[in-house]
C-alpha cells in the first residue's frame, strides 16, 4: 500500500490523509497501465524519460504558441516564452 500511495500523492501513507485514503479506495485502478515502481522512485522515472532531451527546471513559462506547420527551417512546431525573453523551440518527432 505505501507504493501505491507514494506513486500516487508522493507522499508515505503515514503522511495521506483520509479524504485521500478514501479517494484511493473509490477510485483504485491496476493492470499494465498503472504505474508501480519497485526499488525507484518517480524521479528516476523522470530521469529516465528525460535522458538525451533539454530539461530545464527553475525556467518558468510565461506563453506557449502552438504551429502546425513550424516556424523556419528548424520545423519547430512550439515555441515556450519566458518573462525575461528566453525563448525554446521544439519540434515534434
Not at 12 to 37: A, C, F, I, N, P
Not at 41 to 52: F, I, W, Y
Not at 62 to 79: F, H, K, L, N, Y
Request: charge should be negative.
Amino acid at each position: 500500500a505505501d507504493a501505491i500511495f507514494a506513486n500516487d500523492y508522493g507522499a508515505d501513507m503515514s503522511d495521506v490523509g483520509l479524504h485521500e485514503v478514501m479517494h484511493e479506495q473509490r477510485h483504485w485502478t491496476y493492470g499494465e497501465k498503472y504505474l508501480v515502481l519497485r526499488g525507484a522512485c518517480l524521479q528516476d522515472a523522470m530521469e529516465s524519460l528525460g535522458r538525451g532531451l533539454d530539461v530545464r527546471t527553475a525556467w518558468r513559462v510565461q506563453r506557449i504558441d502552438a504551429s502546425p506547420t513550424g516556424w523556419g527551417a528548424d520545423g519547430a512546431a512550439v515555441e515556450l516564452s519566458a518573462a525575461d525573453g528566453r525563448v525554446v523551440r521544439a519540434r515534434a518527432c
